[in-house]
């Protein structure tokens, strides 16, 4: 059964953990969606242009299994400002859908939104500070409930891996993993 998956990108994400989670989930057999909270080209943190689906604002009324964030500045800062994605990262929490995020976007985006409240997260060794829980930010990829947290670009396979897990169920994400030589 596919499951429906928002990723967001701005301009200024990071490119590595965009292109993986989208990639990998995809592998999975997930219907990804890929919206801009701005304008549907955006230029990634080192010059790679990503072209969106759609503009977040056209995602509003879609129940999504998994959203997924990448991170990257100023690109995280730019996922933060988006109320719509507020809005659909709240309404996650509130349905107990899954909802992660990668490397600047844990503290960016989620601790910003209140959505790690007594939640163990991880994220980029450059925002750990910003976290209120730093019981787990030497893990690779964090777990708890239905938030997934990981660190950066060196661990965006691994998060994408452990997102195909949480969603298909651990012998999915091996076989995923399997010919990609992992």
Do not use: W
């Not at 080192?46 to 991170?71: F, H, N, S």
């Not at 893990?139 to 452990?162: M, Q, W």
Request: hydrophobic share 40%; glycine share 6%.
């Amino acid at each position: 059964m596919s499951k429906e998956v928002l990723v967001p990108i701005a301009d200024g994400i990071e490119e590595i953990e965009a292109v993986c989670i989208i990639d990998v989930l995809r592998r999975a057999g997930a219907t990804v969606t890929v919206a801009s909270v701005g304008e549907l080209q955006v230029t990634a943190s080192r010059g790679v242009k990503l072209v969106a689906d759609k503009p977040i604002a056209d995602c509003l009324e879609t129940t999504y299994d998994l959203v997924a964030l990448p991170g990257g500045m100023p690109g995280a800062e730019h996922l933060r400002d988006s109320k719509e994605l507020e809005l659909i990262l709240k309404r996650q929490l509130r349905q107990e859908r899954f909802y992660s995020a990668i490397c600047a976007s844990p503290a960016v985006v989620l601790q910003h939104h209140g959505l790690l409240d007594r939640l163990r997260a991880t994220c980029h060794p450059n925002f750990v500070h910003h976290l209120d829980n730093t019981e787990e930010v030497e893990s690779r990829v964090t777990v708890d409930g239905n938030c997934i947290t990981s660190r950066g670009p060196g661990t965006a396979l691994e998060f994408a891996l452990k997102l195909v897990e949480v969603l298909y169920g651990e012998e999915k994400a091996k076989q995923v993993a399997a010919p990609m030589v992992v």
